[in-house]
């Protein structure tokens, strides 16, 4: 357990839904957090983008609330909400003090469960969402990575924009939205997750009797496909790119296999957290041929992602490839040191805890792992990285970045 925090309790509906909470009776606020696995790798092609373009026709109305009400009336109790799409889920968050809680969560329901679609917010709210990609579409370093998972997993969701491709955008209807909405918004593919002052438990006893209770059964789960990445070696010049960028992509474990996602994280740490890391030390503090470099953890459902990117002149990319390989070659031959190693085991163990200081962050860590079937100790983590060491991380996760299995791009200014 870790300290001042409790271990998440719950129950699942009849229906499949489920509900879990954990008291912190020292927060000043509650946070609500509705999940649903209804992110973009569940639309069909003729679906893409409205998984994201639902996240903001919700907050146009419901049966309930006029467009604009909800966020009227959140503010008036002092609170705030926002919501995000990504992959794999969806989910839609309000922090409110406590004496407000009760009214939230029947706003937050009723506004997810019941969105009104109506036509003319429909076609006022896809020119918003048009705009949002065109955004995107202008923005070289947003073309750069989105290319790159285009090319290295071209049959799976994950490499087709979470935004959506325009011509399918330009097609959608209320209608189609409806019955993406009543297709995943299903007993069994929702989470609402409570956290902060809760009090006497009543919120979450009233959640069980509301209409979370009333969402139809899941008619069949519909699984991801599995993610596979595609090695090869790609160069893109684009216009109005500021610097050139060497981008490297690897496939590694879904984020249900737990134990090889903290030595990846590990592995990431070691190789491109901070200016001690073996990359960020060899190329930007020794060698000085990249602006930055970056090595993030991308867990996903149906397999993760491990995305470097580096900063250069293009005269220097292809010495800041090799560099990359050399740097994988030594750490593959010879086990970091101890003082190393602790420092890397620190950095992930603190990251961890850092995302466990509020409300919010408490709230998405149980939301994410509950909603995925990851119910686990809040603590777990924090023992899962102490159970790898130097030569284990060598034998099983580093193979996993050898560069040679790497999706990489260079990308240089048109």
């Known amino acids: 357990m870790l300290p001042g925090l409790s271990e998440p309790v719950g129950r699942t509906l009849a229906n499949g839904v489920e509900l879990v909470q954990l008291e912190q009776p020292d927060a000043p606020l509650v946070c609500l957090d509705f999940w649903c696995r209804a992110g973009s790798a569940f639309e069909t092609p003729a679906e893409s983008g409205m998984a994201h373009f639902l996240e903001h026709m919700v907050f146009k109305g419901s049966a309930g609330l006029r467009a604009g009400e909800f966020d009227r009336r959140i503010e008036a109790l002092g609170g705030s909400s926002n919501a995000a799409t990504g992959f794999d889920d969806v989910h839609f968050h309000v922090l409110i003090p406590p004496a407000g809680a009760r009214e939230a969560l029947e706003l937050l329901l009723d506004l997810v469960l019941r969105p009104r679609l109506e036509e003319d917010s429909f076609a006022m709210e896809r020119q918003v969402v048009l705009e949002e990609l065109a955004q995107s579409e202008d923005q070289p370093e947003e073309v750069v990575l989105q290319r790159l998972l285009a090319l290295a997993c071209p049959d799976h969701p994950y490499g087709q924009p979470i935004l ?6 330009l097609h959608h209807d209320p209608a189609a939205m409806g019955a993406f909405h009543q297709r995943l918004y299903r007993g069994g593919r929702c989470l609402l997750a409570l956290t902060g002052a809760l009090g006497d438990g009543e919120l979450l006893e009233r959640a069980a009797s509301g209409p979370l209770a009333a969402l139809p059964p899941e008619g069949g789960r519909m699984p991801p496909a599995d993610l596979r990445v595609l090695p090869g070696f790609h160069r893109l010049a684009v216009p109005r790119l500021e610097a050139a960028r060497l981008l490297m992509v690897w496939w590694l474990p879904p984020a249900a296999d737990l134990e ?18 073996r990359l960020v030390e060899r190329l930007r503090e020794q060698r ?9 953890l991308h867990a996903m459902e149906s397999g993760s992602f491990a995305l470097l ?5 293009p005269e220097d990319l292809e010495a800041v490839r090799e560099e990359i390989t050399r740097v994988w070659e030594e750490l593959r031959r010879a086990a970091p040191g101890e003082q190393e190693w602790r420092r890397a085991q620190r950095l992930v163990a603190n990251g961890y805890r850092f995302s466990l200081e509020s409300a919010g962050g ?15 100790p809040l603590g777990h983590p924090l023992e899962l990285f102490e159970g790898w060491s130097p030569g284990r991380l060598q034998e ?4 996993l970045l050898d560069p040679a299995r790497a999706c990489l791009m260079e990308a240089v200014p048109a």
Do not use: F
Not at 260 to 277: K, P, V
Not at 309 to 313: F, G, I, K, L
Not at 363 to 375: D, F, K, M
């Open 396 to 399: 099983e996760v580093l193979p």
């Open 260 to 277: 090889r996602m903290a030595g990846a994280d590990l592995a990431t740490t070691l190789l491109a957290e901070g200016r001690r890391s």
């Open 362 to 376: 408490v709230a998405s860590v149980i939301g994410s792992n509950h909603l995925w079937g990851r119910v686990q």
């Open 309 to 313: 990117e580096a900063v250069c002149d």
């Open 288 to 296: 000085q041929i990249v602006e930055s470099i970056d090595l993030d």
């Open 164 to 169: 959506g491709r325009r011509e399918a955008l």
